[in-house]
């Protein structure tokens, strides 16, 4: 199993635990919300595209991930802070 979705089921148990009240928050446990910023419609990227080390191809990516990120913000901007907008199942998949 990849690590990254095993940590974020691992945050959603600790969350689960929090909110039934087994594990107290403080500074090693406290709620975390989770959110993904998708590049839709952005570009196709594939297997090879990882080897892509062009300088037009980074701009391109960096270009795309802002739009991502300003969508992103234009639709969840009051959900920071105050509730995540993924499903742990979601991020996890």
């Known amino acids: ?3 990254l979705p095993a940590e974020i089921k691992m945050i959603d148990l600790l969350g689960k635990l929090i909110d039934q ?3 107290t928050t403080g500074p090693d446990f ?7 910023i998708v590049l839709d419609g952005g570009p196709h990227l594939t297997s ?7 300088d037009e ?15 992103f913000l234009e639709s969840h ?3 920071i802070g ?3 907008t993924l499903a742990a199942e979601q991020a996890a998949a």
Request: hydrophobic share 35%; glycine share 8%.
């Open 48 to 54: 090879e595209s990882q080897l892509n080390n062009e």
């Open 57 to 71: 191809f980074f701009k391109m990516l960096h270009r795309a991930g802002q739009c991502a990120a300003q969508q």
């Open 77 to 79: 901007f009051d959900d």
């Open 21 to 23: 009240g087994h594990l």
């Open 30 to 36: 406290h709620p975390v919300n989770l959110h993904r």
């Open 82 to 84: 105050v509730r995540g």
């Open 1 to 3: 199993m990849p690590r």
